[in-house]
């Protein structure tokens, strides 16, 4: 799997991150899928990369119809 560059929160510069959890069922936040927990190889600062599925519209973000 290839490490992918981002902005460190903890270095403040692009780092390469490498995946906290690299086999799917060790993962506790995914157990079927990939681990969205990855980590920066020099200061070990966590960051969660990827899209996480959302089920439904919120309340707040449906349309309102007029009256």
């Known amino acids: ?6 902005n460190c929160p903890g270095c403040g510069g ?5 995946q906290i959890h ?4 060790e ?3 995914a157990p079927d ?3 969205p927990e990855w980590a920066c ?3 070990g600062a ?3 990369m990827g899209i ?8 707040s973000r449906r349309p309102v119809r007029a009256a």
């Open 46 to 48: 966590a960051v969660i």
């Open 33 to 35: 899928g990939e681990c």
């Open 14 to 18: 692009d780092q390469p991150f490498e």
């Open 22 to 25: 690299a086999v799917a069922s």
């Open 52 to 59: 996480t599925p959302t089920v439904g519209v919120a309340e």
């Open 41 to 43: 190889p020099d200061c």
């Open 27 to 29: 993962c506790p936040d």
């Open 1 to 6: 799997m290839s490490q992918p560059q981002g």
